[in-house]
């Protein structure tokens, strides 16, 4: 095991990504100790009883005392509150991340609060499932996933690297990225999917046609896998968009005009715009599951069900 990449670390927020963090770090013996913080009294006794951290305290305060690395776990639409919060606690010299699927609200949340004496270094971690709460996280969440790290200017090469040891330690690929491109990025990638996906499952719900038991009987591959997407947090989903606005609704744009193409190639008969816009989509696809993003496996890479 090898030495700690910090001496302490504290959470604030216990959900996925947190408690997925710390199952992490304890299998790699990547920090001494581990506080929690979480504003909820039930989530705070939850990680005590399945213990998750090594100490979780009543207050944020109280968490991020004397700690070198403060990981904000919380919907972005709440980290300018808390980190207003921990702001007059934080010790010289520690250093404050996140884990926000948005980085440029996020930074100019966070950082009028931050004295020049704590670096801070944003960061998203491009994992997750559809489950949330203290007690979906799981230390190989990060394996080969993409880490991103966007340090805001005057950020600290030697803070920066830390940060990137400890994700590297989790087990993640890091790659650094400025914010607004960033957002772009995770529009295409991630926010607008999600946007779709939430309308997909919602035109289903609407279609009184087709009923509610056929929509769950006959849901192969393409509708089962909106549902999941579509299961995700709401809170944390609802402030990706409101901070994201720009960018989701450049790439929304993009794909309205892409629909209407593809409504005018079925309208028409056109076979050959058709196949040949599926076979370019298919490449994309392929180029996922070399990058090791994913698997080849059927069942879109799940295991299937048991029993």
């Keep these: 095991m090898s030495a700690p990449v910090y001496n302490r670390v504290a ?20 920090a001494g100790e581990v506080t929690g913080f979480a504003r909820s009294e039930a989530t705070r006794e939850t990680a005590r009883r399945i213990g998750l951290c090594d100490r979780v305290y009543d207050s944020a305060a109280e968490a991020v005392a004397d700690a070198d690395l403060v990981v904000l776990c919380v919907p972005v639409g709440a980290m300018g509150a808390v980190a207003k919060e921990i702001a007059p606690h934080l ?31 944003p960061a998203h971690p491009l994992a997750g499932t559809e489950h949330s ?11 080969n996933r993409w880490c991103l790290l966007v340090p805001v200017e005057g950020s600290d090469a030697g803070a920066v690297a830390q940060l990137r040891a400890l994700w590297e330690g989790m087990g993640a690929n890091v790659d650094e990225m400025d914010a607004d491109h960033h957002d772009l990025v995770l529009a295409v990638t991630s926010h607008t999917p999600h946007l779709i996906a939430y309308t997909m499952v919602g035109v289903a719900d609407d279609l009184r046609r087709v009923t509610d038991s056929e929509v769950i009987k006959y849901s192969a591959a393409g509708f089962r896998d909106f549902t999941r997407i579509a299961a995700s947090d709401p809170t944390m989903w609802r402030d990706v968009f409101l901070t994201n606005k720009d960018a989701t609704l450049e790439i929304l744009g993009r794909f309205t005009e892409e629909l209407f193409a593809l409504q ?16 370019r989509t298919r490449e994309i696809r392929r ?9 080849a496996a059927p069942n879109f890479g799940r295991e299937a069900p048991k029993g």
């Design 264 to 279: 005018r190639a079925i309208r028409t008969g056109d076979g050959a715009h058709l196949h040949e816009y599926f076979t």
């Design 91 to 121: 010790k010289t010299g520690a250093t404050v991340t996140d884990v926000g699927s948005v980085k440029r609200d996020v930074i100019d949340a966070v950082g009028p609060y931050l004295s020049d004496g704590v670096h801070f270094v």
């Design 287 to 295: 180029g996922i599951i070399e990058a090791g993003q994913d698997t």
């Design 11 to 30: 959470l604030i927020g216990l959900g996925l990504i947190a408690s997925s963090m710390f199952w992490a770090i304890k299998r790699g013996g990547l």
């Design 133 to 143: 709460g203290p007690e979906s996280g799981f230390a190989e969440l990060f394996d």
